[in-house]
């Protein structure tokens, strides 16, 4: 039996009469663009994030480019982020014309390493966008510090992070704007591309709301130039049939994460560090190992689906060579790099594969110190 990466239908088969209704409600409604099942989403999203406005978007890396240009980031400033991320991240940067300026990640939490700021910070600096990778909480508190004492905007990355909190509260909440991704795979997914940016600032809403579509401040009058990227009513509607579960799903993911901990004790892998300012979701449950290809391959010949996240560093792929960073200048990142393994985990991945797959690792490296002893 096979144990694949993922199982997206799961959830849907759990949820489908709902499912269904919905997307049936909103095709007989003939409002397909924006309108009240876009709108009571966003609203009961933002409440989850404790934020006072959520704009809907028609992705995550929609929403980081929103997000940045209601901030009025744009040609001639810099942003602050890191390189061991999606490439969704940096990629939302120079499409509104910035410059990333990319900062190593903490080695133990595997996000923004606050003590970067300083050396990365110029006179065109203007805003930070610390990632809470793999469901991990970015320490916000450092980087917030920073932030109001050099004047910069902090745009959170909560792609991965759907209902993680920090100090007891959610992420979304804590820099000045959030993006937040609902593609399939993530926490809360769509069946589609969907994302949304939350704020508790009453004029970056309104300006988000005006971005997303043409410019539009009023219909067919554009103040400023603007994209196409607004959250479908469809996947709208679908996000909130399943948004009450995201609690329970998010449970479910740290009680496997657990499992995983105790089932891989005193193996090679390293673990997951918990924090204790945080709260983990676990989007990807991500062990460090020596000897990671040869893991993965074992694994994938025992009929385990595994991933990393992510093979190649943003400021390594052959897009963003210009920005002019070579090989070794982000160690920790490169490191990950090398390391890194995404195993199975989601909501509706039974107790007992996570005990498989522990047991397959096992006698991976069982096999490698033997080879080894030959
Ligand atoms: C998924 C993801 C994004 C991009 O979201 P899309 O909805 O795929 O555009 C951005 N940042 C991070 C960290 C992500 O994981």
Redesign the pocket.
Known sequence: MSIPFLNLQAQYQQLQSEIDAAVARVLASGWYVLGPEVEAFEQAYARLVGCEFGVGT???????QLALLAAGVGPGHEVITVSH?????VA?IRLVGARPVLVDVDPARYTLDPNHLASALSPRTRAIIP???YGQPAAMAPILDFARAHDLVVIE????AAGARYQGRPVGCWGDLA?H???P??NLGAAG???MVTTNHPEFAQRLRALRQYGWHTRYISQEVGLNSRLDPIQAAILAVKLPHLPRWNRLRQALAARYAQALAGTQARLPQPFADSEHVY?LFVIRHPHRDAIQAYLRQQGIGTLI?YPVPVHLQPAYQDLGYGPGSLPVTERLAQEVLSLPLYPELPTDAVDRVAMALREAEEMFRQQDQD
Do not use: E, M, R
Request: hydrophobic share 40%.
């Open positions: 028609g992705s995550g890396t929609g929403a980081l991320t999606a490439v969704a991240t939302a990632v809470h990778l990355d909560c792609a991965q993006a991704s609902f593609y795979t993530k591309d969907a994302g989007h996240h």
